[in-house]
Structure formats: structure tokens, C-alpha cells
């Protein structure tokens, strides 16, 4: 099995400071450039698993610096380069503290909602008579807040996000439109490859008194998506769908009786179980974009990594 990539603790010319996240490493530069590595770590149930998962990095990186080229017309985004299979570069701007969740189709957290008899999610009111994995009329924004680390995102109305004054209302109304027409885009992308874009999340920022798209878009990590081929008959027969996600990961979990709850333990992630981890996330790569995906040397990945960034910011 190929190397992981699990931390990385760079000094670059220039650094100021360093942020390590769940999964990615973020380090800002002088000149408000960001040097954002995607690692191999992976996490599920807001835990983040012991072993990382060689490529995954990789995978996930390149994916969303494809999907911010495809969308670049609709608005600005933060990338400015992809250095190195692992790395982009990019603008850093100040993030606004909610996250735009984009719903096409009842399932998820959503569905566990409407089956509980809830019929309004972050204010927006949702039909009667609704089943599992149906499609909404229309796309909907069901907004988050973006929790401090360790803490959860909580589900916020419009309504709230406008009387906190966590956004302005003409920003607010810029990172709507925006996030709607991203999403008829990814729609759009997916369909290309006979698979259904069911729901996203869109991260925003400010800079210069411009809003851009900032972090990942579009990605399994970020995203679900279901296999179009036997979505109608599946539904008509009240069947679990295909779907296209890293929720492989999260059943695997639960198979073994772990939900991140206290007390529960990560079960042993055997080179097998990572091995297939693995090959299931170049799977979602390769039938997302319609490419082949090509391997990277991981031979010395923080020595790559370093000498591709330095020579990049040089």
C-alpha cells in the first residue's frame, strides 16, 4: 500500500501562520496567499479516523480545483494554482460564519426531519406527502452555522442569519444566487456523467468588497450524489438509492458500532479496509469526471509537497 499523507508541519517562505483542520492543513502567507494541503486524513462523525487514506488527498484536491475552473464565470473563487496534486493556492479571504446548503431532493438529515413530522427546515416550508429521496420542486437552501472546531454545525433560517447579523442582507442575497446557480452548474456536470447532484454545501468569503467561493465544491466529501440509471425505479419501490458519497465510510462505522458517540471506539482499520477506502474514493474520482485517475509518486510526499509549493511561491 502506498504512503499516506496524515501531517505536515511546513515553515514557507513567508509564512505567518498555520491552521490544521480535520482533513486539510491551511497555511497563510504574507500577501493574504493561502497554501491549502489536502491530506489523507479522513474523517467521519466529526472524528477524525486513525489511519489515513492514501490518494484521497489527491483525489479530493484535484476534483475541486476542476469543479472551481468549470464555475469560475458564474463567480470568483480563491484558487489561484495547484502546485502540486496535494496543494492550491490561493487568495485568502474572510469567511462569512454560516455555510450554504443546497437541497435538490428530500433525504438525509432533511428526510429524518420530515419523518419526525417537521415540516419547515432553516425556514423554508416543505409540501405534504413528501417520500424519502423525492425531488423538491425546486432546489432549496437549507443554511448552516459553521461551528468552532469540535463543535457541530446547527441548521439557521435566513431569517436568524439577517437578525444576528452574522451576513448583510445584500450579501446574503448575492451568496444565494450564487449558490443556486453553482448548483444548476454541478447539476448540469453530473448529469454529463449520468449521475444526479442531490445536495452540496457552498462556502463564501469576502475580499475587496467582492464575495468569492472559497474551500472545496462538489466534491464526495462535500456532496451527494446519486447514480441517475434506476433513481425512478428504486424510489417507486420505497429502495435505498445508489449513491455517490463517502456515506460508505460513515455505514462501514456504523456497521461496527461506532457513531462517534463517547465511549465508542474507531474500529481497527486493517490495510485492507484502508486499501479498499481507497480504491472506493478513485472509483467516485474516476466516475465524477470521466477521467482515468493518475497516481502521484508518494515515494517522499512532504518533500514533494515542499519543494513544489517553495518553487511555486518563489
Known amino acids: 500500500m502506498k504512503k499516506a499523507l496524515v501531517r505536515t508541519e511546513y515553515e514557507f517562505p513567508g509564512q505567518v501562520s498555520v491552521y490544521h483542520g480535520k482533513v486539510r492543513d491551511v497555511y497563510n ?3 493574504d496567499v493561502l497554501v491549502m494541503v489536502a491530506t489523507d486524513r479522513i474523517s467521519a462523525f466529526d472524528v477524525v479516523l486513525p489511519e489515513g487514506i492514501p490518494y484521497k488527498g489527491q483525489m479530493l484536491n484535484q476534483l475541486a480545483a476542476q469543479f472551481l475552473d468549470a464555475t469560475a464565470d458564474i463567480c ?14 490561493g487568495v485568502r479571504c474572510e469567511s462569512f460564519p454560516v455555510e450554504m446548503i443546497v437541497r435538490a431532493y428530500l433525504c438525509g438529515s432533511a428526510w429524518r426531519a420530515y419523518r419526525n413530522g417537521i415540516r419547515e427546515i432553516c425556514g423554508v416550508k416543505l409540501p405534504e406527502g413528501m417520500k424519502e429521496n423525492q425531488k423538491f420542486p425546486e432546489p432549496i ?41 453553482l448548483f444548476r452548474r454541478g447539476t448540469e456536470i453530473a448529469a454529463g456523467r449520468e449521475l444526479i447532484l442531490v445536495d452540496t454545501k457552498y ?9 468569492y467561493l472559497i474551500d472545496e465544491i462538489h466534491t464526495p466529501d462535500s456532496s451527494r450524489y446519486f447514480y441517475r440509471e434506476g433513481y425512478e425505479e428504486h424510489f417507486a ?12 465510510v460513515r455505514e462501514w462505522l456504523m456497521e461496527n458500532g461506532f457513531r462517534g458517540k463517547a465511549g465508542q471506539t474507531v474500529p481497527a482499520m486493517t490495510p485492507d479496509i484502508v486499501e479498499n ?14 477521467e482515468a485517475f493518475v ?20
Do not use: C
Open 203 to 211: 462556502e463564501f468569503g469576502h475580499r475587496d468588497g467582492k464575495i
Open 29 to 31: 502567507l504574507r500577501n
Open 76 to 89: 470568483p473563487n480563491w484558487k489561484l494554482a495547484v502546485p502540486d496534486p496535494m496543494v492550491t493556492v
Open 141 to 181: 437552501i437549507t443554511p448552516t452555522t459553521k461551528a468552532a472546531q469540535g463543535a457541530h454545525d446547527e441548521d439557521i433560517s435566513r431569517e436568524d442569519i439577517l437578525k444576528k447579523g452574522l451576513v448583510q442582507e445584500t450579501d446574503y442575497a448575492v451568496m444565494e444566487k450564487y449558490a443556486l446557480e
Open 237 to 248: 419501490k420505497g429502495e435505498p438509492q445508489r449513491q455517490l458519497s463517502k456515506e460508505f
Open 295 to 314: 497516481k502521484a509518486d508518494t515515494g517522499n510526499l512532504l518533500s514533494r509537497i515542499e519543494n513544489h509549493v517553495t518553487a511555486y511561491i518563489g
Open 277 to 290: 477506502i481507497s480504491n472506493r474514493y478513485i472509483e467516485l474520482f474516476e466516475q465524477i469526471t470521466g
